[in-house]
């Protein structure tokens, strides 16, 4: 069973950073597109930056270019999520999600196996 874990989340002024870390055990994350999605109270989850498998290709919401990056680390198995210049409207609760497909759309819908979340907040 496909089993992943965010960490890196936190509480940042207007315009700091931080960074998010997808993991997993037992299997290899390259054979799988991840991505990174976001929900705010009272709106629906949205996709933020996804990584296809293999290629690498990105998909990314518009809100987000330019100051969040997506990579993999193969190393250890991990797909980070660079976030800089944060505003207030990136607060939400982070997903790490993965399907098996080659294919960088980053709508949740598509997804099939999901990490437990973690909290961003971006207050002055």
């Known amino acids: 069973q496909v089993q992943l874990v965010e960490s890196g989340g936190g509480s940042v002024q207007p315009g700091g950073s931080l960074i998010l870390s997808c993991g997993t055990t037992?299997?290899?994350?390259?054979?799988?597109?991840v991505g990174w999605f976001r929900q705010a109270p009272g709106k629906e989850r949205e996709g933020v930056l996804c990584?296809?498998?293999?290629?690498?290709?990105?998909d990314s919401a518009d809100s987000v270019k330019g100051r969040f990056t997506i990579s993999r680390n193969s190393a250890n198995n991990t797909v980070t999520l660079q976030m800089s210049s944060l505003r207030p409207e990136d607060t939400g609760v982070y997903y790490c999600?993965?399907?098996?497909?080659?294919?960088?759309?980053?709508?949740?819908?598509?997804?099939?196996?999901w990490g437990q979340g973690t909290q961003v907040t971006v207050s002055s």
């Open positions: 990584i296809s498998s293999f290629e690498g290709r990105t």
């Open positions: 999600a993965a399907k098996y497909s080659t294919s960088s759309a980053c709508s949740p819908v598509m997804y099939d196996h």
């Open positions: 037992g299997f290899s994350l390259a054979y799988y597109t």
